[in-house]
């Protein structure tokens, strides 16, 4: 009987706190088209999100390359198909790798900040001291970092994608020895504009879900060091299984 | 009575922590909530600038009841408060310049030229002058009290709420920062909430002194008859307050 209440308990709580993140997200985004437009928070938080978050990305793109390009390779040469190898790598980088990666990426380092800053906002009442100067904490908080989010994911995005095509290059042209030609031309009648316009479509709605998720954990950490920890926690995980659940989903949409 | 508390009642996770208060503040004047910890104080004053809603009962803010309006007429409501936090809540991105001339910047009801006038004019005034560069973490508890006095006086508001003003202060910071709310009071003659432990020190600086208990005001009055109550729960909180204060001194 108590491990049914603790399962009753446990549904409720999920329902609630689903209930209670999609009510923030509208409330978001009904305060994201009302002036003033916040240029420099949104400039401020691009630079944190986006230009901040570039080193990581192109390191994490150019290993990814690598190490595809070699797997390919060994995998393609066994059907002497190594001509193919910069398709396959474009593709997965494009397709799944790209989008995937660097949003996880932005997610352990800027996510993960933003809750943090959020949640300290939160306990030492600098979010109530907004509200009490009739600052709207929502519109002057949460929505330059969710305008960021999704301009500069897509840019993180599409700089993944090029540095691990680079990356698959170096290793497949230059340490493998596959023809140069076959490499890019192989890219270039492999990957379509629908792949490239998937990869966009994904990266904008990953950016959502790290700033609506990490900003949710933020705006309603509990009061506490310890609440803040495990908002931070909660808030990368979560953000990392709801991009990899969605696209699960967006892919079977697109394909 | 500009500000009127009407059966407010507040349950937080489960527990009930205001438990129908009525209360009428008076206009102009400084009122001053004791009371033991953990009975609400802060909670009643969240109540009163909207940063709560009430489950029970009302709140009047100049004949507006804050229960019955949207978050934009709440937020218009609002423009006549300012808020001094317990920990201060300034805002640790921004040096003390900035925290001050944050919401005149927010409500653009000043060019940047007067603000450079008037900002450094508000930090004087609480003690703060050419500290304007510093930042939240590096300052003294006091003098982020200070700070967040002027940022709370610099909109002119009419009505001012303290959170535990004096808390985490040494005594003689504590009667220095008593004492500047005195005196910016006789300046902008705003109208103040207070919640504070700090007895017999609220004593001279209050017009009235309310005391809230098991989730109700069980005593209110001005404050020189306060201190001579009859109310054996009140008599007993000042005396206790008044030997701790003795102790400490």
Redesign the interface.
């Known amino acids: 009987m108590i491990f049914l209440q603790h399962i009753g308990k446990r549904t409720l709580f999920l329902i609630e706190e689903m209930g209670a993140m999609f009510v923030f997200l509208i409330r978001t985004f009904g305060w994201l088209f009302r002036p003033p437009v916040r240029i420099a928070q949104i400039i401020k938080q691009m630079h944190f999100v986006g230009f901040k978050s570039s080193f990581v990305v192109i390191l994490t793109a150019l290993f990814t390359g690598m190490v595809l390009a070699l797997q390919g390779y060994y995998s393609l040469r066994k059907f002497g198909s190594e001509g193919l190898l910069g398709s396959a790598v474009a593709i997965s980088m494009i397709r799944e790798l790209g989008p995937v990666l660097a949003s996880l990426m932005v997610t352990a380092r800027a996510g993960s900040a933003m809750t943090a800053e959020i949640g300290?906002m939160r306990i030492?009442?600098?979010i109530?001291?907004l509200?009490?100067?009739?600052?709207?904490s929502l519109q002057y908080l949460i929505t330059p970092k969710v305008v960021a989010s999704l301009l500069s994911v897509p840019l993180l995005v599409a700089m993944f994608d090029v540095v691990g095509i680079w990356g698959g290059y170096l290793v497949g042209v230059k340490l493998l020895g596959v023809s140069g030609g076959s490499y890019w031309s192989s890219i270039e009648s492999a990957v379509e504009w629908k792949d490239v316009y998937g990869g966009i479509l994904k990266s904008v709605s990953f950016g959502l879900i790290i700033s609506w998720v990490c900003c949710y954990k933020g705006y309603y950490t509990r009061m506490s060091a310890e609440g803040l920890g495990k908002a931070t926690t909660e808030s990368v995980v979560l953000a990392a299984v709801l991009i990899l659940v969605w696209d699960y989903f967006l892919t079977s949409v697109l394909m | 009575m500009v500000i009127k508390l009407d059966g407010v009642e507040k349950t937080l996770g489960g527990q009930a922590v205001l438990k129908g208060v009525t209360l009428d503040i008076p206009k102009g004047k400084i009122t001053t909530i004791i009371g033991p910890s953990g009975e609400g104080k802060s909670v009643m004053l969240?109540h009163i600038?909207?940063?709560i809603r009430p489950d029970r009962g009302r709140v009047i803010i100049d004949g507006t009841d804050l229960t019955q309006i949207n978050?934009q007429e709440l937020?218009?409501i609002?423009?006549k408060?300012?808020?001094l936090?317990?920990?201060a809540?300034?805002?640790?991105s921004m040096n003390v310049f900035d925290n001050v001339a944050?919401?005149l910047r927010?409500?653009r009801i000043m060019a940047e030229q007067e603000i450079c006038r008037w900002v450094p004019e508000m930090l004087e005034r609480v003690g703060l002058d050419k500290m304007g560069h510093k930042f939240p973490a590096e300052l003294s508890g006091g003098m982020k009290k200070r700070a967040g006095l002027a940022r709370a006086l610099v909109?002119g508001p009419e009505i001012i709420?303290f959170d535990e003003p004096t808390t985490g202060l040494d005594p003689l910071m504590a009667h220095a920062i008593h004492d500047l709310i005195l005196a910016m009071h006789k300046t902008f003659g705003f109208t103040g909430i207070m919640v504070s432990h700090e007895i017999p020190e609220i004593f001279p600086i209050s017009d009235w002194v309310a005391m809230l208990k098991n989730g109700q005001i069980i005593a209110m009055s001005p404050s020189d008859e306060f201190q001579q109550t009859s109310n054996p729960v009140v008599r007993e909180f000042i005396s206790v307050n008044n030997g701790l204060h003795l102790a400490q001194a």
């Open positions: 300290i030492t009442e600098q109530d001291a509200e009490t100067m009739a600052i709207n | 969240k600038i909207g940063l978050e937020n218009d609002r423009k408060f300012a808020m936090f317990q920990s809540a300034l805002f640790d944050f919401p927010e409500k909109m709420l």
